[in-house]
């Protein structure tokens, strides 16, 4: 069996990721999601929300389980039995950091493939920071996150309310 993660902070979780995550499940046999804990970022939504919105997201795949972890991307791996990494690239910005970060983790963990998957052309533009920028302005965040999770993540940054 074929385990893969998904890892990211997805505050919030986006089309963009949402694509990423289908995708991602037809190419193993189990995919994680896996939501990052991130103590020196204070983030938009709590561990519980993002579960809970990509959670909301995905319900009917039945291969893919959203989990949480704290700290290192290889030890999640391990711990779940993992052997595949997906990472999405938007550009080639995304492009260079990935590299990076592939190169530290197969330094530490040889046996992991990391897979990329470019985003689907009319989601590249997609991001979490500017979903996170228009919501707070009370602009329409249609068409940028999942319809399911759009009133919480209005109602959460929405300076107007």
């Not at 711990?79 to 197969?106: C, F, H, P, W």
């Not at 990391?114 to 985003?119: A, D, F, H, Q, R």
Request: charged fraction near 25%; hydrophobic fraction near 40%.
């Amino acid at each position: 069996m074929i385990k893969g993660i998904f890892p990211g902070s997805f505050d919030p979780f986006t089309l963009g990721h949402l694509d990423i995550a289908r995708r991602s499940a037809r190419v193993v046999d189990k995919l994680y999601v896996a939501v990052l804990i991130n103590a020196s970022k204070r983030s938009a939504f709590t561990m519980d929300e993002r579960i809970n919105m990509i959670r909301a997201a995905l319900d009917g795949e039945s291969n893919i389980e959203v989990i949480s972890f704290d700290g290192l991307l290889v030890d999640c791996a391990k711990q779940y039995g993992a052997s595949v990494i997906i990472r999405s690239l938007r550009d080639s910005s995304d492009y260079l950091s990935e590299r990076q970060m592939e190169t530290i983790n197969k330094r530490l963990c040889p046996d992991l493939e990391i897979v990329y998957l470019n985003s689907a052309p009319e989601l590249m533009h997609i991001s979490s920071s500017a979903v996170r920028e228009l919501a707070s302005y009370g602009c329409s965040i249609e068409g940028f996150v999942p319809e399911i999770n759009r009133k919480i993540i209005i109602e959460r940054l929405c300076k107007n309310g």
